[in-house]
């Protein structure tokens, strides 16, 4: 939403209003005071790519900057729910409150009629993405199996109390963005589920800040996700100051004229 993680916090205080005795942004973050964990492999699911081997460079110098400039040494985690993060989103698609993501594709004026769409897209005259079309599909066959829900649904549940009990109120962990770097047009049609590395942590409702870490070989943007626990948004904000200053933060991709 901004450029500098200095921005960040003014912002923040617009959008939270009432909230803001939850979020409690104006109490003091020492950085040395924190714990850190990291998840350097991604989701470990066949339906997503790996991570970019500069991402995970990327991950390696951040963990290598905080053991050498303030001697605390990040643990590595892994979690296994992790593996169904894609599926736990199009669960809870499927069974929230909320609108299902084919109705969202309609503005909310009933569901969409994806054999029509696909038919569409084919013949280049649909006015949805292809990764669009293919998560309706996953959202409906999922409504469709009960046990399959449940099953989901509490993985998710399980996944969000380890990571709460992970973090506390002094932790955060850092995760990687989305696996490949920055793709050609149309590329990510080849790849229509790679948002799940940034969609789970919001299906959780965890606040993540999206630090930028310089630039890669080929001159694409590298960068790392910094989750927190609920209501802990202050800790994640407080990192990506800190990693801004260690790292440069955010750099133009392209020359400025």
Not at 42 to 50: F, R
Not at 150 to 165: A, E, G, H, T
Not at 183 to 199: C, D, E, K, L, S
Request: net charge neutral; aromatic share 10%.
């Amino acid at each position: 939403m901004c450029r500098y993680a200095s921005d960040l916090l003014p912002m923040f205080k617009i959008l939270a209003k009432s909230n803001l005795d939850k979020i409690r942004l104006d109490d003091p973050v020492d950085i040395k005071k924190l714990r850190y964990f990291y998840v350097e492999n991604g989701l470990g699911s066949p339906l997503v790519s790996n991570v970019h081997p500069e991402s995970k460079n990327a991950m390696k110098k951040v963990v290598t900057h905080l053991e050498k400039a303030y001697g605390i040494k990040a643990q590595k985690m892994d979690f296994r729910e992790l593996n169904y993060a894609g599926a736990i989103w199009s669960a809870k698609m499927a069974t929230g409150s909320t609108a299902s993501f084919s109705s969202l594709l309609t503005n909310c004026q009933g569901e969409l009629n994806l054999p029509l769409e696909l038919l569409k897209w084919f013949g280049f005259c649909s006015d949805h993405t292809f990764p669009s079309l293919m998560l309706c599909i996953f959202e409906k066959v999922l409504s469709l199996d009960l046990d399959r829900l449940s099953f989901l649904n509490s993985k998710c549940d399980v996944l969000l109390s380890r990571i709460q009990q992970l973090l506390g109120d002094d932790g955060v962990l850092l995760f990687p963005p989305l696996p490949r770097l920055a793709p050609y047009h149309n590329q990510p049609n080849f790849t229509p589920f790679n948002f799940h590395y940034t969609a789970i942590f919001n299906m959780l409702g965890l606040p993540v800040t999206q630090c930028p870490l310089g630039l890669s070989v080929g001159g694409l943007p590298l960068g790392i996700q910094v989750v927190g626990n609920l209501y802990c948004d202050r800790l994640t904000l407080a990192v990506a100051l800190e990693l801004e200053k260690a790292f440069g933060g955010w750099v133009s991709p392209s020359q400025i004229p």
